[in-house]
């Protein structure tokens, strides 16, 4: 009789520290993708841009199109509004990630676009992050152009989501060192 209390005691205690091991490693670690359903409740505050440039005529692309012309996928954080110069639109960004190898997390960049994009794009506030498929630009340094299509918000949460209705490939809703390293393949 004395031993059966020991081992159901024991069974208990075993079953008891299952259950709270279980819980706080599988509880407590973040999931590797958001849901659909947690994507669309997001999407209000990261909309999908599907506006056209009004004057400039272009052949409808998609984010697979533009990959293979890119040399690289970053994660970064806007260190600056955008600015207007020489047509471009610009921004200052910290590298958090750069999957090519090219830019070290710290190194500060400028991120480019035409400026006839603008309302096509989202605008990104001081410490906001994102994503760029970039392509280097060989006549200023430290400078990456990037497209509408292969650009993503990152949520406080960490996670990616496109600024532009995806097609092929779909990144949004994982986390953003995932989607970097996802887009960073495109490119190959």
Do not use: H
Not at 158 to 180: H, I, K, P, R, W
């Amino acid at each position: 009789m004395k031993s059966n209390r020991w081992m159901s005691l024991l069974l208990s205690l075993a079953l008891g520290a299952a259950f709270f091991t279980g819980c706080f490693t599988g509880c407590s670690a973040p999931s590797s993708r958001l849901s659909d359903e947690e994507i669309k409740l997001l999407r209000k505050d990261y909309p999908i841009y599907t506006q056209r440039p009004a004057l400039v005529d272009m052949t409808p692309y998609t984010m697979e199109d533009i990959a293979v012309e890119m040399d690289t996928a970053i994660y970064g954080k806007a260190l600056s509004e955008s600015t207007q110069r020489s047509e471009k639109i610009l921004y200052e960004v910290e590298v958090i990630q750069d999957v090519s190898g090219t830019y070290q997390p710290g190194d500060s960049i400028t991120i480019s676009i035409p400026s006839f994009m603008e309302g096509c794009i989202p605008e990104f506030e001081k410490g906001e992050n994102l994503i760029i498929l970039g392509q280097f630009q060989t006549d200023e340094e430290n400078v990456v152009n990037f497209a509408d299509k292969g650009l993503y918000y990152v949520t406080k949460d960490g996670y990616a989501l496109s600024s532009f209705e995806e097609t092929e490939n779909q990144f949004s809703g994982m986390t953003a060192e995932d989607c970097v390293k996802q887009l960073y393949e495109l490119t190959k």
